[in-house]
Structure formats: C-alpha cells, structure tokens
C-alpha cells in the first residue's frame, strides 16, 4: 500500500494564480480529510469528505478555495486566486468507516505564495 | 467536540520514560481517545486509541482512568527519534473529522 499521495510534494505561485492540489486516498477508505498547517495557527481542518461527499467545508477560508471529490480515489483543493497568506502545508489524509486505525496522512504540499 | 489540554512542551533523556498526560473533563460517553505523532515535515501519524482502561500497542501504552476525564499516554525508554510534537484528540465514531490542537513538543536529547 503505498499510503496516501499527495502532489505536488512543493509548489512555488506567484500571488493572484491558480493553485491545485491533488490527493489520492488508501484504496478502500470511505473519508478524505484537507488540512492546512501554519506555525501561528497550527493544524486546521479545511473540508472532508464521506464517500465523495462534502460533509463539513466551514473550515474552508473564503471563496477562493474549493474542493472536490469526484471519485473515490481522487481529490482536488483549488486555490483561486492564491495570496500570500495561503502560504502553508497543506495535508490530505484518509480513513475507513471504523476508523479503527485512525486517520493515514500524506506527505503534504508545501505551497508558497510569492 | 470536548476540548483536550495537555502541556506545550516536555525534556527528556534518552532511555527515560515519558509520560504525557491529557485532560478532557467533558469527554462524552461515545468519545474514543486518540494519541497522533508529528515529525519536522511529515503528516500526523497515528499512534495508538482507546476507550477506557488500559491499551499497549508496540510503540506506546495508553492509561485511561475509570472516569475517563484524563488520559496518560507513555513512551517507554524514549530515543533521540522519539523528538516530535504529539496530540492528543476525542473522536467519535459519528463521522465528525479530528480537530488538532497545539500539542505537546517533546524534545529528546542525549
């Protein structure tokens, strides 16, 4: 199982651009997770999903962000435009339904807003 | 979600036992409790849950007092690796996502 994967592991954007960030959960999980960590703010829980559905997105920071789920194997978090402030590391993670062994993170995305 | 609290920081040596206590005095009776590791530029990783008394796993033990209001979750003979900032989360099995506080920074040293 080659775990959750993220991409891209870095992506430096000038302000004002588009920004994606893909994931691909654990085949056989039912629940993707989008976090963001800051060093003042710490780990925040953005938006998850339930079998490919949005279930809590009030962690989302404005308009500009969105996300996506179209199947059960991928997810998409879309900055757009980005800003300086959304610099960050963003994590995806996933779990089953009995989330007896808790959540399994990815790598992140170190996103750098220039 | 009941909020957890557990120490900013915590020293220890090489070899030596660390224990790191959590409190959650208004845990709910279908909250589970649940320890994350986090290294320098790497993903939270589980560690180890439980619902009352004691669990061991082969990377920690987790102690949960009958009223469940704490919990101590304890890395035996801890090494210079062991340096990570650990969480401590409820969950229930509702379908409600795990929010992260602060945790607790352990440093390691020889």
């Known amino acids: 199982d080659a775990g959750v994967i993220q991409s891209p592991r870095h992506e430096v954007t000038e302000m004002g651009q588009e920004v994606t960030l893909r994931c691909k959960p654990i085949?056989?999980?039912?629940?993707l997770f989008w976090y963001r960590q800051t060093m003042m703010r710490g780990l925040e829980l953005l938006i998850y999903?339930?079998?490919?559905?949005?279930?809590?997105d009030s962690g989302m920071p404005e308009d500009r962000f969105s996300a996506k789920m179209p199947n059960a194997s991928f997810s998409t978090l879309k900055i757009q435009p980005s800003e300086p402030r959304d610099s960050a590391v963003y994590f995806c993670?996933?779990?089953?339904?009995?989330?007896?062994?808790?959540?399994?993170f990815g790598s992140g995305t170190r996103l750098t807003v220039v | 979600l009941a909020k957890t609290t557990q120490p900013i920081s915590m020293d220890s040596y090489e070899g030596q036992e660390v224990n790191i206590t959590c409190s959650h005095n208004?845990?709910?009776?279908?909250?589970?409790i649940t320890w994350y590791q986090q290294f320098p530029s790497q993903g939270p990783r589980f560690i180890i849950q439980?619902?009352?008394t004691k669990v061991t796993n082969e990377v920690a033990s987790l102690f949960i007092p009958a009223d469940r209001k704490s919990s101590t979750l304890s890395l035996p003979r801890v090494s210079l690796s062991d340096t990570a900032v650990y969480y401590c989360?409820?969950?229930?099995?509702?379908?409600?996502?795990?929010?992260f506080g602060k945790g607790t920074t352990l440093s390691v040293s020889s």
């Open positions: 993670a996933s779990s089953s339904s009995s989330r007896v062994d808790g959540y399994t």
């Open positions: 085949s056989g999980h039912n629940s």
């Open positions: 999903f339930n079998n490919n559905v949005p279930i809590d």
């Open positions: 208004n845990i709910a009776t279908n909250d589970y």
């Open positions: 439980g619902y009352k």
């Open positions: 989360l409820l969950y229930n099995q509702a379908g409600t996502a795990l929010i």
